[in-house]
């Protein structure tokens, strides 16, 4: 990885392509550069000009007087590759490209250029940021390398801890844009376009190893690198610093669905949701959201909540009651407060205010004590975890009144306080209360939504494990080449025992390959069968009726055999028949689906759902990493729409069993492209769990020679 200080820390700057025509992106970027306090030394080059809005301008890169750190690429795109070059010749250590018409276009011409931009940074060890970007803001030291029409004009941007990157540039200044009438303070803006040569997350690992950023909001398109993603994720939830999303481009696979119930349920978008969930990134819905989360962090990341229990201080009834409502939404509770807590609050209530929670204080208790001290009081209850103070926000005149205790209380305060006006609030109380340390919301959904963002960190900040890697033994090795000589599907009888061996267990079964081996099998196994069609091109066989549920006696046994081939015939006519699975019914039970799928961009992924008629109707499933924990196991469950149907079954025996497959996942899903186990029967509360079908599909690439 190239030096990013480079780039984002530069002491010279040279922009290619410098105009004296302020209307034009190349003169405007030039512009924004100059109207801010940046102290390094600017060399404008351009071939047409011996000045360029003031400056003394150079008719070359390799004509600039010093070696420069960062060269900043504002020409038409078929030049850049050419300029890019005389860059590493001349020793330029950084370049951001600003210019469009790269691989975005869509057509091989922009994606040759772009190539070429990749193979000169790689040859010359250059940071290169873009194609396609807009620039960025390094706030701290006021160098702003954009055309953004957001930093166009001059103005106070206080530095803080909130640094935005963004694969959109537009999107990316809007934070900085929404953010500051909310006082929220910001190290950097960064947008990195098309993403050649750095990432998203090459950015946000360089500002966490810097020290300055302490919450980062990213805007996301995908992925590139998952290897990167999880690197930095980890890195970040170690050191407390919250990752805060935007994911656009969520959008349902269905690729390999006709093979896998698995990987049909898991879309594209359900994978990001399940990496984010291990890592303790948090995704927002909106910018406003997004910035209220952020804000919430700035304030008490390093004073997380204990739990999810909030305290409403509120001088508005309606307004308290509201706000319950979208605490209850955003999965928190609002608890009644202990006695001695309601005794000290009730001391400055009026008749006709409550205690209870919301604690309503009335306009009465805001002129006698003020919103800081009522929401103080509430703090103080052993029941909450965290409060929200419900004020208006219109008149600053409160709040200057209370702008010394509201700096003592953020200071002192060791449980979250967050604030929603549901006024709009004047500028003037939005830099009171900024400046005091609180964050304040005019959205109460966003305020709730921000508190439970914290609770959640928390939680999974408290559990994290990093993952494991698994140990190669004898016995995986050994494994791993029954499965490389195995075909393209594995049916049940061959996956079984291979799945077996990580503890997953299967209701009792044979495979015949007559009518008589199959009336023997049932025999011996002395209870109602059930009859399946073994064959690779047949994956779902209740589908294509080769099944045969519930068969006794030797009669009906032979007759339910002859149809189940004849079914499968006729489904498939040249399928491999490879014989007829005799397997012992399963006794009732809740059904589920538990998979292996492997996506395209993370790798192999653990799915659970409801099985049964639930899988197509409810569409209810959950994703995590592989592998994970019997805890992490326990989180995934309580995610599903449908966990109640759980409530008296044997879940400590499904927790085992999703525990043991994610295991068998992770060492082995590199050959895999999906296992399914659908579905898997889990029986009343200390009776186990049993998985009834069996499927592996193998990668193309992991087939027999």
Known sequence: MPDLSALLSPASVAVIGASPDLAGLRGRTLKVMLRHPYRGRIYPVSRSHASVQGLQAYPSIDKVPERVDLAVLIVPARFVPDELERCGRAGVRAALILASGFAEDGNEAGATLQARIAESA??????????????????????????????????????????????????????????????????????????????????????????????????????????TFRRVAEKALAAGKPIVVA??????????????????????????????????????????????????????????????????????????????????????????????????????LPSYGTSQNPVDGTAQAIRTIGYCELARLVSLSERVDTVIAVVTARSAEVFERERESLGRLARETRKPILMWSYTLPSAETARIVAEAGFPLCTDMRNCARALAALAEYAEIKKRFVPPSVSSVSSETNGMRTRLESAGAALCEYEAAPLLAEYGIRFVESRLAASAQEAVAAAAALGRPVALKVQSPQIPHKTEAGAVALGVQGAEAITRAYEEVLAAARRHVPAAEIRGVLVQTMAPPGVEMLLGIHRDATFGPMLTVALGGIYVEALHDAALAPVPVSREDAKTLLATLRGKALLENADTEALLGLMAALSQFGADHGERIDSLDLNPVIVHAAGHGAAAVDALIVKRQDCRPS
């Open 122 to 227: 790689r040859r010359y060890d250059m940071a290169v940021c873009g194609p396609n970007a807009e620039g960025f803001a390094n706030l701290a030291t006021g160098l702003c390398a954009t055309f953004s029409p957001v930093l166009e004009e001059t103005g106070e941007y206080p530095q803080g801890r909130i640094a935005v990157v963004s694969q959109s540039g537009g999107v990316g200044f809007s934070f900085l844009d929404r953010g500051r009438p909310k006082g929220l303070a910001f190290s950097h803006v960064v947008s990195t376009g098309n993403e050649a040569c750095l990432e998203s997350f090459d950015i946000v690992e360089h500002l966490l190893d810097e020290g300055g950023a302490e919450v980062f909001v990213v805007f996301l398109e995908s992925i590139r690198n998952a290897r």
């Open 247 to 348: 994911k656009i481009g969520d959008s349902e696979s269905g690729r390999r669905a006709a093979a896998s119930h698995t990987a049909a349920l898991a879309g594209a978008g359900a994978s990001y949701r399940a990496m984010f969930r291990r890592y303790g990134v948090i995704e927002g819905a909106d910018t406003d959201e997004i910035l209220d989360i952020a804000a919430a962090f700035t304030c008490f990341g390093t004073r997380l909540p204990r739990g999810r229990r909030v305290g409403i201080a509120t001088a508005s009834g309606g307004a308290g009651g509201w706000m319950a409502d979208a605490c209850a939404a955003a999965g928190l509770q609002v608890p009644e407060l202990e006695r001695e807590a309601r005794a000290r609050i009730d001391a400055h």
